[in-house]
């Protein structure tokens, strides 16, 4: 198996921003076999193919940064073993579309380490040795672009507990992921060919990202359009009879609970308690404090979809 080294040592963030966007990561293969519950396959094409480098952060993502060498310290006082960084980016020599910016390699075998920071709310994604999908997928990842036989996936639930699990080489996973990151990489990127929206969050950020403003133009409208919006309407009738069902459980509970705060047994806990809410009456500031309320107000400007019958 050929692999190619690309020395990350000294290398800015732009530059290995740049470099990630030249092929499929890690981070990025979960997602585009459908198993990120934060990404997905019209999200990974995305960065892949804009020109623009994001710098996208946040506090969990600089967690998860700086606890890197805590969690890799908990390791080695688990284990006894030893890691070490690797300084490189790994490129499939076979497949150069598929690309490895690993945590962690360890010391006198052939393994590799993940690090992960999970918040003490995910900790049954975690419970009876279950490990998150697309976790296991991104060690795969990196089997298939290093080599290596197996890889390590350390975890430190904030608050809670330090866990590790050794995942091994599985030969009809690893094919099957080949071929999934191929046809991904070759029937979209390539030739710039949108995936399909799989109806997740993530691909409604995509959607409000390349069209986030509406012209003056109207299209017409094709038929092959009109058995899935009647399918459309069939969910939302069936969406609003669940939510009334839920509504009326609901409301019998309440019913019972009355004046009380919360209620209990042997399998569910109930509560209906206050909460206290201050809001601003933007209408009467806007009448009694035109000035003030014009200092702060703040237009923003977003996309409403509506079906009609015709």
Not at 3 to 25: D, F, H, V
Not at 118 to 141: F, M, N, T
Not at 171 to 180: K, V
Request: charged share 30%.
């Amino acid at each position: 198996m050929g692999i190619i080294k690309i020395p990350t040592a000294g290398m800015s963030r732009q530059e290995w921003l740049k470099l990630r966007k030249e092929g499929i990561g890690g981070s990025d293969a979960g997602a585009i076999c459908g198993l990120n519950p934060y990404s997905s396959p019209m999200s990974v094409y995305q960065d892949k193919t804009s020109p623009e480098i994001s710098e996208e952060d946040n506090e969990a993502m600089r967690q998860g940064r700086d606890l890197e060498d805590y969690t890799a310290r908990r390791f080695m006082e688990a284990t006894g073993l030893k890691v070490r960084r690797s300084n490189v980016m790994y490129k499939s020599a076979e497949h150069p579309f598929m690309l490895a910016d690993v945590d962690r390699l360890v010391v006198g075998e052939d393994a590799g380490l993940e690090c992960k920071t999970a918040s003490a709310y995910s900790v049954d994604q975690w419970k009876d040795g279950r490990i998150p999908e697309h976790y296991v997928i991104q060690c795969l990842h990196y089997m298939a672009v290093t080599g290596k036989r197996s890889w390590y996936l350390a975890v430190v639930i904030l608050g809670r507990e330090f866990k590790y699990v050794k995942l091994t080489w599985d030969e009809e996973m690893i094919r099957n992921l080949t071929e999934i990151e191929e046809a991904f990489w070759n029937g979209h990127v390539v030739p710039r060919i949108m995936p399909e929206p799989d109806g997740s969050q993530a691909c409604e950020e995509v959607l409000r990202r390349y069209f986030p403003t509406a012209g003056k133009e109207e299209v017409l409208l094709p038929d092959s359009f009109n058995e899935e919006l009647k399918r459309r309407e069939e969910i939302m009738r069936l969406v609003e009879r669940l939510e009334t069902e839920q509504r009326q459980i609901e409301q019998k509970v309440k019913l019972f609970l009355g004046e009380s705060c919360a209620a209990g047994n042997s399998r569910y806990r109930v509560s209906w308690n206050n909460i206290d809410t201050l809001r601003i009456d933007g209408r009467r500031l806007k009448e009694e404090q035109p000035e003030i309320y014009s200092r702060f107000a703040k237009s923003s400007r977003s996309r409403r979809f509506t079906v009609k019958a015709a």
